[in-house]
Protein backbone atom coordinates (compact mmCIF):
# COMPACT_ATOMS: atom_id res chain seq x y z
CA UNK A 1 0.00 0.00 0.00
CA UNK A 2 1.50 3.95 -1.01
CA UNK A 3 1.75 6.66 1.86
CA UNK A 4 -0.68 8.52 -0.15
CA UNK A 5 -3.67 10.05 1.98
CA UNK A 6 -6.73 7.87 1.71
CA UNK A 7 -10.22 9.09 3.07
CA UNK A 8 -12.89 6.65 2.76
CA UNK A 9 -16.86 6.93 3.12
CA UNK A 10 -18.76 3.61 3.12
CA UNK A 11 -22.33 3.16 4.22
CA UNK A 12 -25.40 1.91 2.28
CA UNK A 13 -27.08 3.34 -0.98
CA UNK A 14 -29.41 6.32 -0.40
CA UNK A 15 -27.21 7.89 2.57
CA UNK A 16 -25.59 10.65 0.57
CA UNK A 17 -22.03 9.35 0.00
CA UNK A 18 -21.55 10.19 -3.66
CA UNK A 19 -22.58 13.74 -2.73
CA UNK A 20 -20.66 14.02 -0.91
CA UNK A 21 -17.45 12.85 -1.85
CA UNK A 22 -17.17 14.19 -4.73
CA UNK A 23 -17.95 17.53 -3.22
CA UNK A 24 -14.71 17.13 -0.90
CA UNK A 25 -12.83 15.59 -4.12
CA UNK A 26 -13.84 18.36 -6.28
CA UNK A 27 -12.50 20.94 -3.24
CA UNK A 28 -9.80 19.35 -2.50
CA UNK A 29 -8.85 18.60 -6.00
CA UNK A 30 -8.09 14.85 -4.76
CA UNK A 31 -8.31 11.95 -6.77
CA UNK A 32 -11.72 10.19 -6.46
CA UNK A 33 -13.63 6.85 -7.03
CA UNK A 34 -16.95 5.31 -6.57
CA UNK A 35 -16.13 1.83 -6.19
CA UNK A 36 -20.27 1.13 -7.16
CA UNK A 37 -19.72 2.29 -10.13
CA UNK A 38 -16.53 -0.21 -11.04
CA UNK A 39 -18.92 -3.08 -10.24
CA UNK A 40 -21.85 -1.30 -12.91
CA UNK A 41 -19.06 -0.59 -15.46
CA UNK A 42 -18.34 -4.21 -15.21
CA UNK A 43 -21.86 -5.31 -15.85
CA UNK A 44 -22.10 -3.25 -18.93
CA UNK A 45 -18.86 -4.48 -20.16
CA UNK A 46 -20.63 -7.85 -19.81
CA UNK A 47 -23.44 -7.14 -21.31
CA UNK A 48 -21.52 -5.87 -24.57
CA UNK A 49 -19.14 -8.32 -24.66
CA UNK A 50 -22.22 -11.14 -24.17
CA UNK A 51 -20.34 -13.08 -20.83
CA UNK A 52 -23.03 -14.02 -18.24
CA UNK A 53 -22.86 -12.08 -15.06
CA UNK A 54 -22.07 -15.40 -13.06
CA UNK A 55 -19.13 -16.61 -15.41
CA UNK A 56 -16.15 -15.47 -13.22
CA UNK A 57 -13.23 -16.55 -15.90
CA UNK A 58 -14.82 -14.33 -18.10
CA UNK A 59 -15.87 -11.50 -15.61
CA UNK A 60 -11.70 -11.27 -14.28
CA UNK A 61 -10.43 -10.99 -17.77
CA UNK A 62 -12.80 -8.40 -18.32
CA UNK A 63 -12.24 -6.52 -14.93
CA UNK A 64 -7.65 -6.67 -15.67
CA UNK A 65 -8.92 -4.50 -18.46
CA UNK A 66 -11.01 -2.18 -17.42
CA UNK A 67 -10.77 1.65 -18.43
CA UNK A 68 -12.77 3.97 -15.96
CA UNK A 69 -12.23 7.14 -15.23
CA UNK A 70 -13.96 9.60 -12.89
CA UNK A 71 -14.01 13.23 -13.88
CA UNK A 72 -15.49 16.16 -11.38
CA UNK A 73 -17.49 19.60 -13.31
CA UNK A 74 -17.98 21.21 -10.14
CA UNK A 75 -18.57 20.82 -6.04
CA UNK A 76 -22.94 20.30 -6.96
CA UNK A 77 -22.59 17.63 -9.44
CA UNK A 78 -22.04 13.81 -9.60
CA UNK A 79 -18.97 12.77 -11.38
CA UNK A 80 -19.26 11.93 -14.67
CA UNK A 81 -18.02 8.06 -15.18
CA UNK A 82 -15.89 7.41 -18.21
CA UNK A 83 -15.44 4.22 -19.98
CA UNK A 84 -12.88 3.69 -22.19
CA UNK A 85 -13.26 7.61 -22.74
CA UNK A 86 -17.09 7.15 -23.02
CA UNK A 87 -19.06 8.98 -20.26
CA UNK A 88 -21.80 6.33 -19.10
CA UNK A 89 -22.98 7.75 -15.95
CA UNK A 90 -26.72 7.58 -17.29
CA UNK A 91 -26.27 3.83 -18.11
CA UNK A 92 -24.74 2.71 -14.97
CA UNK A 93 -27.32 4.57 -12.91
CA UNK A 94 -30.34 2.55 -14.52
CA UNK A 95 -32.14 -0.04 -11.83
CA UNK A 96 -31.23 -3.23 -14.41
CA UNK A 97 -27.77 -2.14 -14.10
CA UNK A 98 -27.63 -1.78 -10.71
CA UNK A 99 -28.94 -5.53 -10.25
CA UNK A 100 -26.43 -7.27 -12.95
CA UNK A 101 -23.89 -5.58 -11.02
CA UNK A 102 -25.08 -7.10 -7.33
CA UNK A 103 -25.06 -10.65 -8.56
CA UNK A 104 -21.52 -9.85 -10.16
CA UNK A 105 -20.67 -7.97 -6.56
CA UNK A 106 -20.55 -11.00 -4.16
CA UNK A 107 -18.51 -13.27 -6.74
CA UNK A 108 -15.01 -14.02 -4.42
CA UNK A 109 -12.33 -14.04 -7.84
CA UNK A 110 -14.32 -10.69 -9.51
CA UNK A 111 -13.59 -9.08 -5.68
CA UNK A 112 -10.24 -9.99 -5.97
CA UNK A 113 -9.43 -8.60 -9.07
CA UNK A 114 -11.20 -4.75 -8.72
CA UNK A 115 -9.47 -4.55 -5.42
CA UNK A 116 -5.74 -4.10 -7.68
CA UNK A 117 -8.19 -1.96 -10.00
CA UNK A 118 -9.40 0.22 -7.11
CA UNK A 119 -5.99 0.36 -5.27
CA UNK A 120 -4.55 1.89 -8.75
CA UNK A 121 -6.83 5.01 -7.56
CA UNK A 122 -4.47 5.80 -4.91
CA UNK A 123 -2.14 8.57 -6.09
CA UNK A 124 -0.84 11.67 -5.04
CA UNK A 125 -2.40 14.33 -3.74
CA UNK A 126 -4.87 12.30 -1.69
CA UNK A 127 -7.84 9.71 -2.51
CA UNK A 128 -11.74 10.17 -1.37
CA UNK A 129 -12.92 6.54 -1.68
CA UNK A 130 -16.34 5.81 -2.07
CA UNK A 131 -17.95 2.40 -0.60
CA UNK A 132 -19.58 0.28 0.59
CA UNK A 133 -16.12 -1.79 2.08
CA UNK A 134 -13.38 0.88 2.15
CA UNK A 135 -12.43 1.38 4.89
CA UNK A 136 -12.58 -2.42 5.98
CA UNK A 137 -11.03 -4.23 3.11
CA UNK A 138 -9.28 -1.56 0.53
CA UNK A 139 -7.49 0.79 2.09
CA UNK A 140 -7.73 -0.55 6.11
CA UNK A 141 -4.90 2.12 6.39
CA UNK A 142 -6.83 5.00 5.57
CA UNK A 143 -6.30 7.96 7.36
CA UNK A 144 -9.96 8.93 8.11
CA UNK A 145 -12.91 6.22 8.15
CA UNK A 146 -16.41 7.96 7.68
CA UNK A 147 -19.69 5.57 7.90
CA UNK A 148 -22.50 7.09 6.75
CA UNK A 149 -26.24 5.83 7.94
CA UNK A 150 -29.75 6.42 7.82
CA UNK A 151 -33.07 5.08 8.24
CA UNK A 152 -34.48 3.00 5.25
CA UNK A 153 -37.82 4.90 4.70
CA UNK A 154 -35.61 8.31 4.55
CA UNK A 155 -33.28 6.49 1.85
CA UNK A 156 -36.12 5.05 -0.42
CA UNK A 157 -37.56 8.75 0.08
CA UNK A 158 -34.16 10.10 -1.37
CA UNK A 159 -33.92 7.69 -4.09
CA UNK A 160 -37.20 7.92 -5.25
CA UNK A 161 -37.13 11.66 -5.69
CA UNK A 162 -33.71 11.20 -7.69
CA UNK A 163 -35.10 8.77 -9.94
CA UNK A 164 -38.67 10.79 -10.22
CA UNK A 165 -35.90 14.19 -11.23
CA UNK A 166 -34.58 12.00 -13.72
CA UNK A 167 -37.89 11.15 -15.47
CA UNK A 168 -38.09 7.35 -14.11
CA UNK A 169 -41.19 6.08 -13.14
CA UNK A 170 -40.87 3.78 -9.88
CA UNK A 171 -42.76 2.84 -7.12
CA UNK A 172 -41.67 3.86 -3.33
CA UNK A 173 -43.16 0.64 -1.49
CA UNK A 174 -41.26 -1.44 -3.69
CA UNK A 175 -38.05 0.63 -3.78
CA UNK A 176 -38.21 0.43 0.31
CA UNK A 177 -38.86 -3.05 -0.44
CA UNK A 178 -35.54 -3.45 -2.87
CA UNK A 179 -33.32 -0.86 -0.67
CA UNK A 180 -33.92 -3.72 2.94
CA UNK A 181 -33.11 -6.41 0.54
CA UNK A 182 -29.92 -5.36 -0.84
CA UNK A 183 -28.97 -4.09 2.88
CA UNK A 184 -29.78 -7.77 3.84
CA UNK A 185 -27.57 -9.25 1.51
CA UNK A 186 -24.73 -6.40 1.54
CA UNK A 187 -24.20 -7.09 5.29
CA UNK A 188 -24.68 -10.71 5.30
CA UNK A 189 -22.14 -11.90 2.81
CA UNK A 190 -19.42 -13.55 3.67
CA UNK A 191 -16.92 -11.43 1.29
CA UNK A 192 -16.39 -7.79 2.57
CA UNK A 193 -19.97 -7.58 4.08
CA UNK A 194 -21.21 -4.30 4.82
CA UNK A 195 -20.32 -2.85 8.40
CA UNK A 196 -18.17 0.18 9.62
CA UNK A 197 -14.33 -0.70 10.54
CA UNK A 198 -13.51 -0.67 13.84
CA UNK A 199 -12.30 2.77 13.82
CA UNK A 200 -14.79 4.23 11.20
CA UNK A 201 -16.84 7.46 12.67
CA UNK A 202 -20.19 6.80 11.97
CA UNK A 203 -22.60 9.73 10.72
CA UNK A 204 -25.90 9.49 10.73
CA UNK A 205 -27.98 11.57 8.11
CA UNK A 206 -31.43 10.66 8.26
CA UNK A 207 -32.33 13.82 9.27
CA UNK A 208 -29.49 15.87 8.51
CA UNK A 209 -29.47 18.21 5.21
CA UNK A 210 -26.38 17.64 2.92
CA UNK A 211 -25.05 20.88 3.75
CA UNK A 212 -24.88 20.15 7.22
CA UNK A 213 -23.10 16.95 6.45
CA UNK A 214 -20.91 18.46 4.12
CA UNK A 215 -19.99 21.00 6.68
CA UNK A 216 -19.52 18.43 9.65
CA UNK A 217 -17.38 15.73 7.28
CA UNK A 218 -15.25 18.97 6.27
CA UNK A 219 -14.49 19.60 10.05
CA UNK A 220 -13.49 15.60 10.62
CA UNK A 221 -11.31 16.01 7.89
CA UNK A 222 -9.46 19.35 9.05
CA UNK A 223 -9.46 17.77 12.73
CA UNK A 224 -8.13 14.16 11.45
CA UNK A 225 -6.05 14.60 8.20
CA UNK A 226 -2.38 16.42 9.22
CA UNK A 227 -0.17 18.41 6.77
CA UNK A 228 -3.63 19.74 4.78
CA UNK A 229 -2.92 23.13 2.28
CA UNK A 230 -3.86 25.86 3.78
CA UNK A 231 -6.33 26.23 0.59
CA UNK A 232 -7.86 22.99 1.12
CA UNK A 233 -8.37 23.90 4.67
CA UNK A 234 -10.16 27.57 3.45
CA UNK A 235 -11.98 25.76 0.78
CA UNK A 236 -13.32 23.13 3.40
CA UNK A 237 -14.44 25.93 5.76
Same mark, same amino acid.
Given at each position: MSNVTVITIDGPS????GTICCHLAYLMKWNFLDSGALYRVLAIAAKKNQIGNED????IELTNNLDVEFKMRNPESMADVLFNGKIVTDEIRTEACGKAASVIAPIAGVRKALLTRQRAFCKEPGLIADGRDMGTVVFPNAELKIFLTASIDERAKRRFKQLKEGGISVNLRRLHRE?? @?RDERDSGRKLSPLKPADDAIIVDTTDI?? @?DVIGKISKLVIDKIPNLSKRVVDYLR
Open positions: GTGKELELIE @ENV @E
